[in-house]
């Protein structure tokens, strides 16, 4: 059975950070793509940042570009999202899922990102 659960999620300042963790497994990790979501109330869920196999081409959003960093460990199932700068703006669910080809196949349940001003 294939999970990913992501973890690192709180409340927290305008200005500070937070590290998101999503741990898999169940999944060849290293044969996937990996990307992060997120959801704000209200809102249609949407494309946060993207991450290939090998780790070596990234992809964000406009909105997190240059504040948010995309990264994996394929030794240890898990991709990571380094958030700096924080808005509150960002608050949302953040989910992280698993791409083969053009489709986000799996999900995580998400976890909650606030952001206070």
């Known amino acids: 059975q294939v999970q990913l659960v992501e973890s690192g999620g709180g409340l927290v300042q305008a200005g500070t950070s937070l590290r998101l963790s999503c741990a898999t497994s169940g999944l060849t990790f290293s044969m996937y793509e990996m990307g992060w979501f997120r959801q704000a109330p209200g809102k249609e869920r949407e494309f946060v940042a993207d991450?290939?196999?090998?780790?070596?081409?990234?992809w964000y959003a406009d909105s997190v570009k240059g504040r948010f960093t995309i990264s994996r460990d394929n030794a240890k199932n898990t991709v990571y999202l380094q958030m700096n700068s924080l808005k509150p703006e960002d608050t949302a669910v953040y989910y992280c899922?698993?791409?083969?080809?053009?489709?986000?196949?799996?999900w995580g349940q998400g976890t909650q990102v606030t952001v206070s001003s």
């Open positions: 899922a698993a791409r083969e080809k053009y489709a986000y196949k799996y």
């Open positions: 991450i290939v196999r090998s780790g070596d081409n990234t």
